[in-house]
């Protein structure tokens, strides 16, 4: 729950695994502070987000999209077939693009967007948990939700044009 979360909002898998350790230290450190006032999986999803926007910060001052990773190659070229795997490699590779358009649309969208639209279509929280983890009301939820989702739409239907 806590990985996925930070790797949907994040867009790397290093950076995930690091901020899912930070964020379970951090609930260990203020787990008395828990009021009880939501679930604690909104609890902790609202030190998720709060870290991610945090690092997300950190990166953009430090410029990291100028940085290269080694394992750029494997996320560009793809996995070698796995034995037993009887996609097509069209199949594949069209799969791979889809996926490809729609992280870079993500991608894309200012850190708030992203987050409502990450809780509400990759999580399936509600529109309250989703305010309380964010410390908005349910109708900026529901605003950035829409913005999301336009920008997304728009995005995704220049690239097929």
């Known amino acids: 729950m806590v990985f996925q979360l930070a790797l949907h909002l994040l867009g790397d898998r290093d950076e995930a695994l690091d901020l899912s350790q930070e964020v379970f230290f951090s609930v260990f450190r203020t787990i008395h502070n828990f009021r009880g006032q939501s679930a604690l999986k909104t609890w902790i999803y609202r030190i998720v987000i709060n870290q991610a926007r945090n690092r997300q910060r950190w990166w953009r001052r430090r410029h990291k999209s100028e940085q290269v990773s080694l394992d750029q190659h494997v996320a560009s070229h793809g996995d070698l077939r796995q034995p037993g795997d009887d996609t097509s490699p069209d199949r594949a590779f069209a799969r791979k693009q889809l996926a490809e358009r729609l992280w870079g649309a993500l991608d894309r969208l200012p850190f708030d ?49």
């Open 113 to 161: 967007q992203r987050t409502v639209i990450v809780l509400r279509e990759i999580d399936g929280m509600s529109y309250d948990d989703i305010a309380f983890s964010l410390g908005v009301a349910v109708g900026t939820v529901k605003s950035r939700l829409t913005r999301a989702r336009q920008t997304l739409r728009r995005q995704l239907q220049e690239v097929r044009a």
